[in-house]
C-alpha cells in the first residue's frame, strides 16, 4: 500500500514570492507520483506528473516538481507565485503495477496576498 | 467538449432520504471514479468503474452504491443518507493506462441533518 503525507496544512505567501509545497510518500514498490490543483469552488486538475526519466518534471503555470527517491519526496516549487495560484495543492501518488487508484495527501492551502 | 459533468451542484437531504448523485462524461473513457472529499482528509475514493458494467470498492464504499450500464454515465447512489455522508463528492474519468491522468468534474456537495 501506499501513502503520502503534505507537510503543511496551509501556507501563506505574498505575491511574487517563490513557494515550496513539501509531499512525502510511503511505498514498497515503483510508483507514479503526481500533483493536482483545486480551485475554489472546482475540481481538482493535473498540474504535473512524474513517471520515470528526469526527477525534475515541469507542470502547467510555471510550477515543477522535483522527485527524490532516497528521501522518497516530490516536493512541488513555483520561483513568484501571482493572486491566482491561491488555491489547494494535493499530491498524490500510484503504484506502478497497480492500475488507476490514486492515493492523496491531505492537501496544502496556499493563499496568495499582495 | 464538456468533460466531467456532475448534478445537482448542492444538496440537503435529512437522515435516512436517499438520492443519486449524476456523473456524465463525454471523453469516452473507459475508467471512472467516485471520490468524496472531507476537510483536511484529502481525497478518498469510494468506488470504480473499469468499463459499462464492472465496477469495484474502493476505500471507502460503505453506504453508497454504483451503476454503469454505459461508457458515459456512472451514477453514485445514497441509501439511507447519515450525517457522516456530508461530504463534497467528485467524480472523475480517466483513459485507463497506468500513467493517465484523471480529469475531474466540479463536484457535489452534501449535506445531511
Known amino acids: 500500500a501506499q501513502s503520502v503525507t503534505q507537510l503543511d496544512s496551509q501556507v501563506p505567501v505574498f505575491e511574487e514570492a517563490p513557494v515550496e509545497l513539501r509531499c512525502n510518500y510511503s511505498?514498497?514498490?515503483?510508483?507514479?507520483l503526481f500533483w493536482y490543483v483545486q480551485y475554489p469552488n472546482q475540481g481538482l486538475q493535473l498540474l504535473l506528473k512524474?513517471?520515470?526519466?528526469?526527477?525534475l518534471v515541469k507542470g502547467i503555470n510555471g510550477f515543477e516538481a522535483e522527485f527524490n527517491k532516497s528521501q522518497t519526496s516530490f516536493h512541488l516549487r513555483k520561483p513568484s507565485v501571482h493572486i491566482s495560484d491561491t488555491a489547494e495543492y494535493f499530491c498524490?501518488?500510484?503504484?506502478?503495477?497497480?492500475?488507476?487508484?490514486?492515493?492523496f495527501g491531505a492537501g496544502t492551502q496556499v493563499v496568495v496576498t499582495p | 467538449n464538456a468533460g466531467v459533468t456532475q448534478t445537482p451542484k448542492f444538496r440537503i437531504l435529512k437522515i435516512g432520504q436517499s438520492m443519486t448523485l449524476q456523473c456524465t462524461q463525454d471523453?469516452?473513457?473507459?475508467?471512472m471514479y467516485w471520490y468524496r472529499q472531507d476537510p483536511g482528509m484529502g481525497l478518498k475514493l469510494i468506488y470504480y468503474?473499469?468499463?459499462?458494467?464492472?465496477?469495484d470498492k474502493g476505500e471507502v464504499p460503505n453506504g453508497y452504491n454504483v451503476s454503469r450500464s454505459t461508457t458515459e454515465d456512472f451514477p453514485l447512489r445514497l441509501e439511507l443518507a447519515a450525517p457522516s455522508q456530508t461530504s463534497v463528492y467528485f467524480c472523475?474519468?480517466?483513459?485507463?493506462?497506468?500513467?493517465?491522468?484523471?480529469?475531474f468534474g466540479p463536484g457535489t456537495r452534501l449535506t445531511v441533518l
Open positions: 468503474s473499469v468499463g459499462a458494467g464492472i465496477t
Open positions: 472523475a474519468a480517466s483513459g485507463g493506462d497506468l500513467t493517465d491522468t484523471q480529469y
Open positions: 498524490a501518488v500510484r503504484a506502478t503495477d497497480s492500475w488507476g487508484k490514486l492515493q
Open positions: 511505498s514498497s514498490v515503483s510508483v507514479y
Open positions: 512524474y513517471l520515470s526519466g528526469s526527477t
Open positions: 471523453m469516452n473513457h473507459n475508467y
